[in-house]
């Protein structure tokens, strides 16, 4: 199933955002909702938030006060944090049995405000961010909610802010025009990349992509992009992977490049990268079939130059995932590769210039494929005898999780 995080600031509209989803299809997992049931009267929750908080926090009905917990909560940071270590394993629990019941291809929306704050962005195929400005919450809050404004600045800021939400955003959407327009976004942004993507991932099939190679100027945020990425795979399969690096021309800065993230995840062997494959196709990446070998370079045996390759399932964003053993030919250079280019203004200039060459050639054509056959030649005769000069002139090393005895001779 896709599984999606929905978050925002208190009063960014995110509650709309859940609603329209679900009237959408989506099975909507509301973990306010969820932290309401699990305080209820009679239940082990509320008994321990009795507990911890006194008997004052109760209602003439027995009931939780929750304006009166709000106050405290909101104004002490170390007693929110005590009311969280309660609440939040028990919603945790609640949530899990309601997904392990949805159907296998459902896109599973799990609505949690504290997302961010509660590290959960890793565990999700894609994070939603509804986001407004610090002033237009404000001010549906006062106007619509009853509050003063200095507690309606107090609730924001007892929250990750705004930066740091959109900082673990796939998506954000913004919220501070009108409810038609929030509600256009969302149909766009199911049709369009969640109902794919959820198709993708139940077919265990990587995005299909088309076209002909096109380079854009560097994104200054593809570096983020390429962080939150490799925190989803890390998370996918945390026992078999060694290290994920984000490699590629998206990982160097200045260099014009296809709007495609590589990373590589090394590995002790291809046993590894086999048994982790199922793993990282339900996080979203599934095996690109046929593809077991990169284009050997230099002195070393081309069967040492085997790997696997994963793609992403999401239509929305191209992402490679290169699969190689730690200390192997094809790992070394991608790591060595990006690192010259991003030392050596010169060297990056003339890549770049090849790479406009080779796409110009190739402009009419239906998809990359022989724009990448077509750089293979420079990468022989000019990149990888470049790359090696700079290697041994610098003393360029190999990742320190690599032994000595695996790398050993290879740079």
Known sequence: MLKIGLTGGIASGKSLVATRLEELGAVLVDADAIAREVVEPGTPGLAAVVEAFGPDILDGEGRLDRPRLGAIVFQEPERRAELNGIV????????????????????????????????????????????????????????????????????????????????AADVVLPNSGTRAELLATVDRLWEGRLVPFARNISQAAVAGRSGAPLLVAPDPDWPRQAACLAERLKAAAPEGLLAVDHIGSTSVPGLDAKDVIDLQLAVADLATADRIAPLLGAAGFPLWPGVLMDSPHGPFDPSAWSKRLHGNADPARPVNVHVRVAGSPG???????????????????????????????????ANTSGYADDKEAWFRDVGAPGMERWAESSGWHPPSYVSSAASAGQC
């Open 88 to 167: 939040h394993p028990l919603v945790r629990e609640r949530a899990a049995a309601v997904i392990a019941a949805a159907p296998g291809d459902a896109v599973v929306v799990q609505d949690i405000p504290l997302l961010v704050e509660t590290g959960q962005q890793k565990n999700f195929h894609l994070v939603l961010v509804v986001d407004a400005p610090e002033d237009v919450r404000v001010q549906r809050m006062t106007g619509h909610r009853g509050m003063t404004e200095a507690d309606a600045r107090s609730r924001i800021a007892a929250q990750a802010s705004r930066q740091d939400r959109i900082a």
């Open 331 to 365: 790992w070394r250079f991608a790591l060595c590769f990006r690192d010259w280019l991003r030392t050596d203004p010169a060297a990056r200039e003339e890549y770049a210039a090849e790479k406009h060459r080779v796409a110009a050639l190739h402009a009419a054509d």
